[in-house]
């Protein structure tokens, strides 16, 4: 059984930053990458940002240049700054782990943590 376990949300003011933290724990054999996504209100859960064990970070156009993905891939930890915030960041946001194989890759979530940017 794997566990992701984020914290850091909250609510902040446009232009302003927060950083979220993820730790995955349990059985984790190998994560091939690990990132963060979001679900705002009424709309699919989307990519913010993702960082393969090999191949290029991938963000997401709207937060490209503004928020920045950390990982450390031995302790399966993985970080998002946040940083000139705007009113539609405002999501949930959800710590992401895929391993498995590339034919059979598993995917694992974390809780979601709540972000607001006021404006």
């Known amino acids: 059984q794997v566990q992701l376990v984020e914290s850091g949300g909250g609510l902040v003011q446009a232009g302003g930053s927060l950083r979220l933290s993820c730790a995955a724990s349990?059985?984790?054999?190998?994560?091939?990458?690990m990132g963060w996504y979001r679900q705002a209100p009424g709309k699919e859960r989307e990519l913010v940002a993702t960082m393969p064990n090999r191949g290029d970070t991938k963000y997401a156009a709207s937060v490209k240049g503004r928020f920045t993905i950390f990982r450390v891939i031995a302790k399966n930890t993985v970080s998002l700054q946040m940083n000139s915030l705007k009113p539609e960041d405002t999501a949930v946001y959800y710590c992401?782990?895929?391993?498995?194989?590339?034919?059979?890759?598993?995917?694992?979530w974390g809780q979601g943590t709540q972000v607001t940017v006021s404006s």
């Open positions: 992401n782990l895929i391993t498995g194989s590339d034919s059979a890759q598993i995917n694992y």
């Open positions: 349990g059985s984790i054999f190998s994560a091939n990458a």
